[in-house]
């Protein structure tokens, strides 16, 4: 080996290997969250025809985002991730995959402790404001979503649930 692979070897991890996991997890909830937000929208819209009390567009609004989000964060981070869940028979193993989504749904709690009051809050008092329904609810769900994804992005980390090791 010569000094030039010496020196290639030596070199530190580049800056995608390092935070490969990440960004992986990162870009599942962005995603995921686009998801989110259309399905609010599309939900809020909906609610503001049927029936016209804030309070339940809002409510609506968050329901849409639940299942959109969870449905499609799920599909990702197992996509993601596929290799971790596969065992020496290429089959999936079913058990590891649901024990990871229960490590981050339960980090998900304070991050959700955070996001749906300033959410529904947010979107119920732009809606009592005479704001446009799809517009009340892109905003607020922007405003949530930012503060509560910093939020979640740290907890996540800190418990480690970002590893792709075994």
Do not use: C
Request: glycine residues 6%.
């Amino acid at each position: 080996m010569d000094l030039k692979d010496e020196l290639y070897a030596e070199q530190k991890p580049s800056f995608w290997h390092r935070y490969r996991d990440h960004i992986n997890f990162n870009k599942n909830i962005l995603v995921s969250g686009a998801a989110g937000m259309a399905a609010s929208v599309v939900s809020a819209e909906v609610a503001h025809y049927l029936q016209n009390d804030p309070k339940i567009i809002a409510l609506i609004a968050a329901a849409g985002k639940i299942a959109a989000f969870n449905l499609s964060f799920l599909f990702l981070q197992y996509r993601s991730r596929q290799e971790k869940y596969l065992d020496e028979d290429r089959r999936t193993d079913w058990q590891a995959f649901g024990k990871d989504m229960l490590k981050i749904y339960a980090t998900a709690l304070p991050m959700a402790g955070v996001f749906y009051p300033m959410f529904i809050g947010g979107n119920n008092y732009l809606l009592n404001k005479n704001v446009n329904p799809g517009v009340s609810t892109a905003a607020s769900y922007t405003a949530a979503g930012l503060t509560s994804q910093l939020l979640y992005t740290y907890i996540a980390a800190k418990m480690g649930i970002l590893r792709q090791s075994k």
